[in-house]
């Protein structure tokens, strides 16, 4: 997708409030430009961050809409949406791991919804028992697992960097 049809894309979702339909190369070009405008661009960076984990492990993938008063919103393939929204005050890592709970919570009522496994983000050493947990440590918004306290297993934005092999082991 050339850079002129990325902005043309996400011009067309913004003035229409249609949501994005892309998949694949598109829905990376043109996501960035959806959730940005006009919104603030410290949450705008972190939703992106979080959105990274989703797509580098979870089977499903939101369809996004920047929604007038209520920011930017992950619907369903059943129609049931999850709104993102800033963490009111804090730090970036605090912003992050408030975000990435949102995020959890959508992709956990979505798999289930659709038959899948509730469980994202996987914990690579206990797989299909429990979620990781998003949780602020050493100043940085990391996954942790919930089973062994104090174990990280990638900061928030990089599962895909860290576990690269879900997506096979998961089939």
Known sequence: ????????A???????GDHLQASGADYEAVLPEVIRSPVNM?????VETVLRDLRAQ??????IRREEGTGITLWAPDGSGQ???PHPDGTAAELL??????VQDWAVETLWSEGASAIWPHCPTH?????????VRADAAVWGSPKKRGT?????GELETHWSGFESSAG
């Open 1 to 8: 997708m050339s850079s002129a049809e990325v902005e043309a």
């Open 10 to 16: 996400a011009e067309t979702a913004l003035a229409t």
């Open 42 to 46: 410290e949450f705008a960076e972190a």
């Open 58 to 63: 979870c089977a499903v993938r939101p369809d």
């Open 83 to 85: 709104g993102l929204t």
């Open 97 to 102: 791991v408030h975000l990435a709970d949102q």
């Open 127 to 135: 797989p299909d028992t429990h979620p990781l947990t998003a949780t």
């Open 152 to 156: 990280t297993v990638a900061r928030i």
